[in-house]
């Protein structure tokens, strides 16, 4: 495996703008790329027929601001979710340059506002399953599976990353991809995903992974199977957010909480947009949910839950909405890079843009 990296200087940073579906002028010139076919291209003319911004929730009292950072190197979506190491956001996988199995692997430090690509995954793949999982020292980042044809046919292999190399881990116990992954105590939940080639298909399980022994065990199901949701922990418990019931014609709203004590789901408020593929994070307290896609929809919608309240509250849309990205809070910011410009995986963006509460 390749140790050597490069430092790849910063692009410069496009200007705060405001949604682009609400200034059909505005464009990131250049930050884009087909699927099909090479060369970078403007904001194609489909994301202004699908993008979405308007949520139905109220509007919280600090609605927030985004500005633009340094695009990714390349234009990447469906890497499925990224993760913070070590003080930077890490993406693994995806699309990108007209390839859905590629190893890429990029990371992005705040401070410097520059990315930096690293050694790849062992198996390249698209929606891999990630966490990052331990401290200090011994904080790796954890790939579970993957696809390696367009979001279908995954493989069962999984590896952690030190900061210098990959190593493999025991396989899952049957290939997935598109799962929610999340560490918590000692272990990492794997939860829902979808399986299958020409009859892919979302699924409920919930692993176990211990990292200590290296090896999965099986926990109480998620009440519905779907696949790209949102996971984050509050308070010791998972909450799954949304997700797609086998496609994204039948996204769901649903948000469930896992009792690792207790092994039982609990059902909380439901997202107000129905979504999948979006970002999710837990910040200043609360959940926060961006982009994602629908039926001919990329949303911008950001909405918060506070768990205290169980209510769900929206903030300043995404200046570019997108689905397919990763999403992470580093400092007092949510960085969400790459992503898809409109509905499905044709179209490739070099995007990054951060949130912060004003």
């Not at 950072?69 to 890490?90: C, D, N, S, Y």
Request: glycine residues 12%; proline residues 8%; hydrophobic residues 40%.
């Amino acid at each position: 495996m390749p140790t050597r990296r490069h430092l790849l200087a910063a692009l410069p940073a496009i200007a705060a703008a405001p949604a682009l579906a609400q200034n059909p002028h505005a464009h990131h010139s250049g930050q884009f790329e087909r699927l099909n076919q090479p060369g970078r291209i403007d904001t194609p003319a489909l994301h202004f027929q699908h993008a979405v911004t308007e949520s139905p929730a109220p509007k919280a009292a600090r609605q927030g601001s985004w500005r633009a950072r340094a695009p990714l190197p390349i234009p990447r979506t469906e890497m499925a979710w990224a993760v913070g190491f070590k003080g930077r956001m890490h993406l693994c996988g995806g699309y990108a340059e007209q390839r859905v199995d590629k190893p890429y692997h990029h990371a992005y430090d705040p401070a410097s506002d520059r990315w930096e690509e690293l050694p790849p995954l062992p198996r390249g793949a698209n929606h891999v399953g990630l966490a990052t999982h331990g401290v200090g020292a011994d904080e790796r980042i954890f790939a579970f599976g993957g696809f390696i044809e367009q979001n279908r046919t995954p493989h069962d292999e999984a590896f952690a990353f030190d900061g210098t190399r990959w190593t493999k881990l025991r396989r899952l116990p049957e290939a997935c991809g598109a799962m929610a992954c999340l560490a918590l105590g000692g272990n990492i939940h794997i939860i829902g995903g979808a399986i299958g080639s020409d009859n892919r298909r979302s699924i409920d399980w919930h692993l176990v992974y211990d990292v200590k022994a290296d090896r999965y065990s099986r926990r109480q199901p998620m009440p519905l199977g779907r696949d790209h949701c949102g996971i984050v922990a509050v308070n010791g418990k998972i909450h799954i957010i949304a997700g797609r019931v086998d496609s994204f014609h039948t996204n769901s709203n649903l948000h469930h909480a896992y009792d690792p004590q207790t092994d039982a789901w609990e059902f909380l408020a439901p997202i107000p947009t129905a979504r999948s593929g979006h970002g999710s994070v837990f910040f200043a307290g609360r959940i926060f949910c961006m982009g994602g896609e629908g039926t001919n929809r990329v949303y911008g919608q950001v909405e918060s839950f506070d768990p205290a309240k169980n209510l769900w509250e929206s903030h300043a849309p995404m200046l570019t909405p997108r689905h397919g990205m990763g999403a992470v809070v580093l400092g007092e910011e949510i960085y969400v890079a790459g992503g898809g410009p409109q509905m499905g995986g044709g179209v490739k963006s070099a995007i990054n843009e951060a949130f912060r509460l004003a």
